[in-house]
């Protein structure tokens, strides 16, 4: 459906407030922005609600190329859609949506196979353009250009998104729980359902109990997992953790003289089934991949660490052990499809949710959000564009 005018707003510029970050790592600034019409293949939305990620955090402080200022972060959010550009017809004003960092266009090789979500038309990039034309859809009342974010930019009441990086969801679901699956929740479950493929009866080990790793604890229970232990510094996360179905801890500072992966080894009888990094550490990988199983054991790496971090693995290992080591983008999941299930299973009251939200704060508080979670006080705070 292209945009009809049903709308007093489509195809004009909205105004409207937006939390910028102008000096990295100095606080946001809420200001007025114009936020353009929707071109070809584009949408405009209205947030509802967004929540920070700790990706939002990473590029909050982050000075050096391709960092670029003045930008607009924010990527977990559930909108309406307020108009559609030409040549869009998978929504409709008035749909509820989540956008997604990664993008299901629906028409290459990848995304037309089920064997992989990494989209070959519009590859993740740390590009702040809309991506079919690189240019921005925002500008400050000044007229300065503003940049965009991950595709999304949910860190304004309206923002234009791609197409391709926007589910239609059931407008049943709570916003501050819709807006959880538009990144780490789903990347969490996903890697124990859909890259790990965790099978009922066995043994998961998850190194790092943030959000990553305890969407991975939910994911492994939904998939029947006997025993999930989790390893976090953290005496804390164990508590937090039995919640999304924890069953045994290791605290890394309590081992004595042993490793991680010998505390592992021993617990399990030979090793996990599974192992998933979720820090963004090579030591970590490591230590995973030692406290593997032999023959059959899966190693998932979802943790970003830093450009240029290398593994090392002896070819003698790697051939005697028979274990296997694979990377986890976005939980392996195809966003235009596997959410609707993530979204069908939490309305049947399968999928855990809630337990994720430790806090949620209105717009004008949203320093608040990147203070809770500095101090390590926060899972994910929700934040409420007008609530």
Not at 115 to 128: E, G, I, V, Y
Not at 194 to 216: N, P
Request: charged share 25%; proline share 5%.
């Amino acid at each position: 459906m292209e945009a009809n005018g049903s709308s007093n707003t489509a195809g004009k510029p909205i105004q409207c407030k937006a939390a910028i970050v102008r000096i990295p790592g100095e606080p946001l600034v809420i200001e007025d922005v114009i936020v353009a019409p929707p071109k070809r293949c584009e949408v405009r939305i209205k947030i509802i609600c967004t929540a920070l990620c700790h990706t939002d955090l990473t590029f909050w402080k982050f000075k050096d190329p391709p960092a670029v200022f003045p930008k607009i972060l924010g990527h977990e959010a559930v909108g309406i859609v307020e108009s559609v550009g030409e040549g869009v017809n998978e929504v409709v004003e008035g749909d509820t949506v989540i956008p997604i960092f990664l993008a299901d266009c629906g028409e290459c090789t990848d995304c037309l196979s089920e064997k992989s979500n990494l989209c070959t038309k519009f590859p993740l990039s740390p590009s702040p353009w809309m991506k079919r034309e690189e240019t921005s859809r925002f500008t400050d009342i000044n007229g300065e250009t503003l940049y965009h974010f991950l595709s999304v930019s949910s860190f304004s009441e309206y923002t234009v998104v791609d197409i391709a990086h926007l589910t239609k969801i059931d407008p049943a679901i709570p916003p501050n729980r819709a807006c959880l699956l538009s990144c780490g929740v789903s990347t969490g479950v996903g890697a124990a359902w859909k890259t790990a493929k965790v099978e009922a009866g066995t043994t998961v080990a998850i190194f790092g109990l943030g959000v990553i790793g305890l969407a991975v604890a939910e994911g492994a229970r939904l998939c029947g997992a006997k025993r999930i232990i989790g390893i976090d510094v953290n005496q804390d996360k164990f508590e937090i953790g039995k919640k999304f179905g924890v069953t045994d801890f290791v605290n890394p500072s309590n081992c004595g003289d042993k490793t991680v992966s010998q505390v592992i080894m021993e617990m399990t009888g030979g090793g996990a089934d599974y192992c998933f990094e979720c820090v963004g550490m090579k030591s970590l990988v490591h230590e995973a991949y030692a406290s593997c199983r032999k023959g059959w054991g899966k190693v998932v790496v979802l943790g970003v660490d830093q450009p240029g971090a290398m593994l090392t693995f002896s070819s003698f290992e790697v051939l005697h052990s028979g274990k296997s080591i694979m990377g986890s983008f976005f939980g392996g999941l195809k966003p235009k499809s596997d959410i609707r299930i993530l979204e069908k299973r939490y309305m049947d009251k399968e999928l855990t949710l809630d337990e994720f939200v430790t806090h949620e704060v209105d717009f004008k508080d949203i320093n608040k959000a990147f203070d809770l979670m500095l101090e390590g006080k926060s899972l994910r705070c929700v934040i409420w564009m007008n609530k």
